[in-house]
């Protein structure tokens, strides 16, 4: 599938949407009439072709813009992308499954060339070239983790191993839902799901710790997580919160539409063979409520799902100030008909 | 999700490194380069002898950069061998094929730490291979101290000493050597760690001595090279299946399953990874917890069990599958 | 108090003597001063003579005599403030050998400082015994400017950098010895609750 990437906005004049293509492979969440919390981790093998499960690393039409407005976000506080000492060596082992995979996955767009540890990488879209030292930082323009970071879709996140402890010692965080990198960098598994309410009850925090703590060598996962946002906006940090926030105030009828936006994060997590670090990658898809409704089994589903949701959720997802205009424009799209299960269109 | 992909490879080269020590050097079926790994790590050999399957851990020794082989080694246990290790030497030759998991690590060097005192016995050495290669090309501060019963039966005592100087110590028991772990620990700077491995009393008496130092329990870890010992037999019913399964004496829980087509989670096969751990719904008489991973709270609840290690003495276990 | 059902909340299980630790050092401030006591009554005096108090808050002569009487046989040293305190911490653990066990009782800030300077000399919190003693206040840190605020009581709190009205969070960080500070009248400017005093 050749790809057109277009040029696009997250802020400001939000200039994003989705081309029909595009919007046939969102990956919808729900693949039942209520909403359930569940750790639904699957084996993260290749999926269907086209769609956006087919190769570890998904790079659609968005790439080019996304990866410019991460450069915007990256240049106003420099604290979105962290790592502490001791990950090095996992820094550069994200760097190495991130460009094979690339430029293996997408060789029209991306070239590795390795001999020995001189490795030559080129990089269509965004016109890089760069040669560099496996194994050297002083070759590179940023740490490893920050030059291939600004070079792929989604936020990443490095878990050090310790003590039966998953310890969130790095990562790139430009478009997080709500969280601070910077605040909770260094935490374990635990702390930095603190805020999550609900799971921690029902012991999902502790099944998900134990399986990811016996995660395999070429062995990858992933799971699907979901939030609303208003505006097409990838920079929705704690840290810029006093400016955004007010977007959820501005949700009427007639706005539901275009403004509220289901965000989806496909969330990967490999092992990584020389440091025995985890790499979690939290991929996000954007989809107005406009496109959504254009597959009728969504259109349906999700009003169904937001009715069903909990108060907690509500709150943590910072839902509340615009949930119920959304259920009511959904109804108009909800005619009661059954819909089938899993979350693809019909 | 039981066990991980496995690999197929050839015994490309073995060597008797020691009395009874063997090593071998294992290739991919097709050359294809094997995954890295890190220090600590350690396979799963997966062993076909006669009509009995047999998974053995072996930690693996080499350079984790070295994607060409991976180097195991193997004690001949000799007459409480029943198992994997007299079939590697007696039956596994070059030219064999085998099939192993991809590395996993249950005893990783603490990244935090500012210094690494490594404490090996005998056979315990192995986990140390690979973590010294990896600690030394991190600059790490280490030191060894290796104790075997003399030169003969002690493997790679001149390699490490040549390769990393005064870092290593080896002593040796027929000539009255201990490791004077007392003087080794009471002299160490704030931030350094403590990994033992090898026979289990000399487990228990590193960690009590550093305990007795006033070294915190974060800083010291383990590996037990333990493989499930025999018993009595026993029944297994199966709560969601209605099946009852028996349990030969030499045989694990988790090895009568799959013997009998059950597919049941496991990882590391020695009690340490916690994969394998199944809930149990009635028991006749006490569970015999042998494994390194439940609390001593979830032991004596005998609501838990770890499959591949743990039995009971006679009688029935009712178990949640 | 200190409990909460958010899972970063540190929790303080209580000072415990360490009896093989060749040296104990302690941190504390006059609330904790008490737990230390305490603590020297539930072991044997060769625990306390192994045992510097670091007493990281100012005190009267008066006081200070007290203490040393209550906490002899151990070696108790003054500083005026927490950050000076914090500052003698680092000199003890400078050079010291393994062997050393680090106890921390007081305030949350105090606490949280104490395991924050310990991470430097790659000392794990859960080595550290900790006691929570005397107020509740909080050391906050505004998500927005990253400015510190200091022995909070109330939520919300104003931002004593850049004046945002923050509510604060149980989230904590043990990197930052901080709780979070959020803007909470980001959506809707001016609806604020009003202010309680949570954290006297
Ligand atoms: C993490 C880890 C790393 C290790 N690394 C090394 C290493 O580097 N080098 C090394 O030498 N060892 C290592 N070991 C130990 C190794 O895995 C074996 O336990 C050891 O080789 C002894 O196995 P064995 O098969 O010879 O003997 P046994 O322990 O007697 O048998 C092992 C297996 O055979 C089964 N068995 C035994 N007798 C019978 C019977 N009569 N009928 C049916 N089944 C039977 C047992 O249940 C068991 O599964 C490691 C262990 C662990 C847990
Ligand atoms: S398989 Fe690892 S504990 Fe049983």
Same mark, same amino acid.
């Given at each position: 599938m050749a790809l057109t990437f277009k040029d696009e906005t997250f802020r400001d004049d939000f200039t994003f949407s989705n081309s029909p293509a595009?919007? *046939?492979r969102f990956p919808f969440?729900?693949?039942?009439?209520?909403?359930?919390?569940?750790?639904?981790?699957?084996?993260?093998?290749?999926?269907p072709e086209g769609s956006v499960f087919e190769f570890p690393f998904d790079i659609d039409e968005h790439y080019v813009s996304e990866m410019r407005d991460r450069a915007m976000v990256l240049q106003e506080d420099p604290a979105r992308c962290q790592a502490l000492p001791h990950m090095m060596m996992a820094q550069w082992d994200m760097l190495e499954l991130v460009m094979m995979s690339m430029a293996r996955d997408y060789p029209d767009l991306f070239t590795l060339t390795r001999d020995g540890s001189k490795w030559h990488w080129v990089n269509r879209p965004l016109k890089i070239e760069q040669t560099f030292t496996f194994g050297d930082a002083s070759t590179l323009p940023y740490e490893p983790m920050e030059y291939i970071g600004r070079q792929v879709q989604g936020d990443f996140s490095i878990q050090d191993q310790r003590d039966n402890q998953l310890w969130m010692d790095a990562g790139i965080i430009t478009s997080q839902a709500d969280w601070s990198l910077d605040f909770d960098v260094g935490m374990n598994f635990f702390e930095w799901h603190g805020p999550v309410p609900l799971a921690h009850e029902a012991g999902v925090f502790e099944r998900a710790l134990k399986f990811l703590l016996n995660l395999q060598i070429s062995n990858p996962v992933r799971r699907l997580n979901w939030t609303m946002t208003i505006n097409p906006r990838l920079d929705t940090s704690p840290e810029n919160y006093h400016k955004w926030g007010k977007d959820?105030?501005?949700?009427?009828?007639?706005?539901?539409?275009?403004?509220?936006?289901?965000?989806?994060?496909m969330q990967g997590l490999f092992r990584l063979p020389r440091s025995n670090a985890i790499l979690f990658s939290i991929r996000g898809y954007l989809l107005s409520l406009d496109q959504l409704v254009t597959v009728p089994k969504w259109g349906r589903r999700l009003h169904r799902v937001l009715k069903t949701l909990p108060e907690e959720l509500i709150g943590y997802k910072g839902l509340s100030r615009y949930r119920d205009t959304t259920i009511e424009w959904l109804s108009k799209y909800?005619?009661?008909?059954?819909t089938s299960r899993g979350g693809g269109p019909d | 999700m039981s066990g991980s992909l496995l690999r197929r490879v050839r015994v490309a080269e073995v060597e008797q490194v020691a009395n009874r020590i063997k090593r071998f050097r294992l290739v991919d079926i097709d050359n294809a380069p094997l995954s890295e790994f890190s220090g600590g790590s350690h396979i799963s050999v997966v062993m076909h002898s006669g009509d009995r399957l047999m998974r053995n851990p072996y930690s693996l020794m080499g350079s984790p950069t070295d994607t060409s082989s991976y180097q195991i080694s193997v004690l001949n246990c000799g007459n409480d061998s029943r198992g994997g290790s007299k079939f590697m030497h007696d039956a596994v030759s070059v030219g064999s094929e085998l099939e192993i998991s991809e590395p996993l690590n249950l005893f990783p060097p603490c990244k935090l730490a500012r210094k690494h005192i490594l404490v090996a016995g005998g056979i315990g050495i192995t986990p140390f291979m690979s973590m010294m290669n990896e600690l030394d090309a991190l600059h790490c501060d280490f030191e060894l101290h290796y104790g075997v019963r003399s030169l003969e039966e002690g493997a790679y005592c001149k390699y490490l000493q040549s390769r990393y100087g005064s870092r290593v110590n080896v002593y040796l028991q027929d000539q009255g050597q201990m490791i004077p772990l007392e003087s080794v620990l009471g002299s160490q700077r704030l931030g350094t760690h403590m990994y033992v491995c090898g026979p289990k009393p000399m487990i228990d008496w590193a960690l009590q001595t550093a305990e007795l130092l006033g070294w915190p329990a974060e800083n010291v870890h383990s590996e037990q090279f333990s493989a499930p010992p025999p018993g009595k037999p026993f029944v297994v019913k199966l709560a969601k299946s209605g099946r009852e399964i028996e349990v030969r004496g030499h045989q694990s829980i988790l090895e009568a399953l799959e013997e009998h087509g059950v597919d049941a989670p496991f990882l590391c096969r020695g009690g340490a990874c916690g994969q394998c751990e199944t809930g149990v719904v009635s028991c006749d008489g006490f569970i015999e917890h042998n494994d390194h991973f439940l609390t001593e709270a979830e032991r004596v609840s005998g609501k838990k069990i770890m499959i591949c290690m743990s039995r009971i003495p006679s009688g029935s276990i009712t178990l949640d599958l | 108090m200190t409990i909460s059902t958010l899972k970063s909340r540190p929790t303080y299980p209580?000072?415990?003597?360490?009896?093989?630790?060749?040296?104990?050092?302690?941190?504390?401030?006059?609330?904790?001063?008490?737990?230390?006591?305490?603590?020297?009554? *539930?072991?044997?005096? $060769?625990?306390?003579?192994?045992?510097?108090?670091?007493?990281?808050?100012? $005190? $009267?002569d008066q006081d200070a005599e007290t203490l040393k009487t209550a906490l002899a046989p151990a070696t108790v040293g003054f500083q005026p403030s927490l950050e000076t305190g914090i500052a003698r911490l680092r000199e003890f653990l400078k050079d010291a050998p393994m062997g050393l066990r680090l106890y921390a009782a007081g305030s949350e800030p105090l606490i949280g400082s104490v395991v924050q300077a310990a991470a430097d000399y790659s000392i794990d919190h859960l080595s550290i015994r900790t006691e929570h003693r005397g107020s509740l206040k909080r050391r906050v840190q505004c998500v927005h400017c990253k400015g510190f605020t200091e022995n909070v009581t109330t939520n919300p709190v104003t931002c004593s950098h850049c004046g945002l009205t923050l509510m604060v969070r149980d989230h904590y960080s043990r990197r930052l010895a901080a709780f979070q500070g959020v803007c909470i009248d980001a959506e809707v400017p001016g609806e604020v609750p009003e202010t309680e005093a949570l954290y006297q």
């Open positions: 595009a919007i *046939r969440p729900f693949v039942e009439d209520k909403y359930m919390y569940s750790v639904n981790i699957e084996p993260h093998t290749t999926g959820r105030t501005t949700v009427t009828p007639e706005n539901v539409g275009q403004k509220v936006h289901l965000r989806v994060e909800d005619d009661g008909a059954p | - | 209580g000072l415990s003597p360490d009896h093989n630790a060749r040296s104990n050092i302690i941190v504390c401030d006059k609330a904790g001063a008490e737990a230390v006591t305490e603590l020297f009554s *539930r072991a044997d005096d $060769t625990f306390a003579k192994r045992s510097t108090v670091i007493v990281a808050e100012g $005190t $009267t």
